[in-house]
């Protein structure tokens, strides 16, 4: 199985680079990422054959000399305001980060058509170790080598009065992370071979969104946008930790996953939203179960994922560096192994992103902030019970390829924890809170430019854990993990 995940993960960045290489312009120079940038107006022949700049604020591109748009990368111009970050629909699902915030892609048009692309992957060891407790309880903690991972597609165009844009959004996870999970101290959440994962975090499935978009502008303040997907992203809490910048340098998941962002891949998605300025509102239907173990299959079918759980948020972006939002979603069956166990899900947000400097030279954005505060909180409608989780995390980009992060929460635990890993629920067994669990990570990271349009960033972060009371016997006060990685991402250069 090691030798499976090793040639998985050297896959990776050889998929990220070819990808990126295919998508490489002949002639078109690189475009730096310039907030309001303006290019020359296209003639009436342009606005015939290519998709209207004014639908994409922010994502403005010179004509060639023929007069009609030609291959292009770079980083995606931020949008100024919430209508254009709605447009660009760079993040998961129909979420918004602030509209400053940079987006690495690759872009290229072709006729009525522009297409972009966007990846990440992280090879990483981690090695996740709990204090040996005072009790003669089994020590908990592992240690393994995987690989996180996503690539998303995007296409988008001018169709009748509006703009449509379809996207999907793959992983390699079930193949680059073995035995069904990889070890995080106090993470839960999903199963591992019909048992419970205690310590450790699932991956994601290989569809993790195919979805249409579809956005009218009605008026110069208001836009109606429709989303459909067999697999994605309801309108329940802020950008997913997988593609939020905050979080973009962090291998490994957030232990609040399940209180916050777990809906990102759920089956059979319609949200329909409305914006007007700096407020959007939206309304969604989905099957409220967690995908299944069976990684690789393309879940969504007429029997067994019916819609049956909604949600609402309502988004408030006063300003390019700043977005919040609130979601409240009510989920049934959420996890397999308590199927009669239906859910309501809170979550609020705010996200800052602040542009800090640039490179003289290139023009490119050498220095940013991204950080983001976020709540959330899941009640069981059988027995009324609450689990709240506290998360405040910061990206710091500096020196053009250099980047220090932290992440800090406090999370509601289950009962699930004093079970051994890997063993089924016993007879009669009731999920219930058991207490919060800290957790401090920091980490550093630095890019290199290993091929055209492909960054790696080596790298390492560290993490140290407060214990609950009625844990410490097992894990000890302040557990600890160490994550060391090679993250590699498909980049305008």
């Known amino acids: 199985m090691m030798s499976h995940v090793l040639a998985a993960a050297l ?46 604020p ?13 291959s292009m990368t770079g980083m995606m111009a931020p949008a100024g305001d919430l209508r254009g970050s709605v447009l660009n629909h760079s993040a998961s699902g129909t979420s918004i980060e602030p ?13 009525l058509w522009m297409f972009m692309l966007h990846g990440n992957a992280f090879l990483a060891d981690t090695q996740q170790q709990a204090v040996q407790p005072v009790s003669p309880a089994p020590r908990r903690g592992a240690d393994k080598l995987f690989s996180t991972n996503w690539i998303m597609p995007m296409a988008m165009r001018r169709l009748g009065p509006g703009q449509l844009t379809l996207r999907a959004m793959f992983s390699l996870e079930p193949a680059t992370i073995t035995h069904r999970y990889y070890p995080e101290l106090f993470q839960q959440g999903e199963t591992a071979s019909g048992a419970p994962i205690v310590d450790g975090q699932h991956p994601h499935d290989f569809f993790m969104e195919v979805a249409a978009l579809y956005d009218w502008k009605t008026s110069e303040r208001t836009l109606v946008s429709f989303y459909a997907a067999p697999v994605g ?19 490994i998941a957030a232990l609040g996953h399940h209180q916050q962002d777990s809906t990102h891949i759920a089956f059979n998605v319609l949200t329909a939203g ?85 490179d003289i030279g290139s023009g490119q954005r050498s220095a940013n902030l991204s950080a983001t505060l976020l709540w959330g909180r899941t009640r069981s409608l ?50 219930s809170p058991l207490g919060h669990v800290a957790a401090y990570t920091a980490g550093y990271d630095h890019d290199l430019h290993i091929a055209p349009h492909l960054l790696a960033a080596p790298g390492a972060q560290f993490t140290s854990y407060t214990t609950p009371g009625a844990l410490t016997g097992i894990y000890g006060a302040h557990p600890f993990g160490v994550v060391a990685s090679v993250r590699f991402r498909i980049n305008s250069k």
């Not at 998508?23 to 907030?35: F, L």
């Not at 290019?39 to 994409?56: E, I, K, L, V, Y």
Request: contains cysteine; charged residues 15%; proline residues 12%.
């Open 99 to 111: 509209p400053s915030t940079p987006m690495p892609m690759l872009m290229t048009s072709r006729g």
């Open 382 to 431: 059988a027995d009324n019970s609450k689990e709240n989780s506290y998360l405040a995390e910061a990206l710091l980009q500096f020196a053009s390829t250099n980047y220090i992060w932290t992440r800090l929460e406090n999370t509601g635990r289950s009962n699930e924890l004093l079970l051994p890993p890997g063993s089924q629920l016993p007879p009669g067994f009731a999920e």
């Open 233 to 251: 992203d309801p309108a329940i809490g802020p950008t997913a930790y997988p593609h939020r910048m905050s979080a973009s340098e962090d291998p």
């Open 11 to 56: 896959v990776l960045p050889c998929l990220l680079a070819s990808t990126a290489r295919s998508q490489q312009p002949s002639s078109m120079p690189d475009m730096p990422d310039m907030p309001g940038m303006t290019m020359p107006s296209p003639t009436t022949a342009d606005r015939q054959t290519a998709p209207s700049m004014q639908t994409m």
């Open 274 to 358: 409305f914006t007007w300025r700096w407020l959007r509102f939206e309304e969604s239907g989905f099957h409220g179960a967690e995908p299944t173990e069976a990684r690789w299959h393309f879940e969504p079918s007429p029997n067994g994922h019916a819609i049956d759980s909604y949600s609402s948020r309502l988004t408030f972006v006063p300003s390019a560096n700043w977005s919040a939002q609130y979601s409240w979603a009510h989920l049934t069956s959420p996890e397999s192994l308590y199927p009669k166990d239906a859910q309501s899900r809170q979550t609020a947000s705010v996200m800052v992103n602040r542009p800090l400097g640039r």
């Open 58 to 70: 922010g994502m403005t591109m010179p004509p060639s000399a023929t007069g009609t748009m030609e």
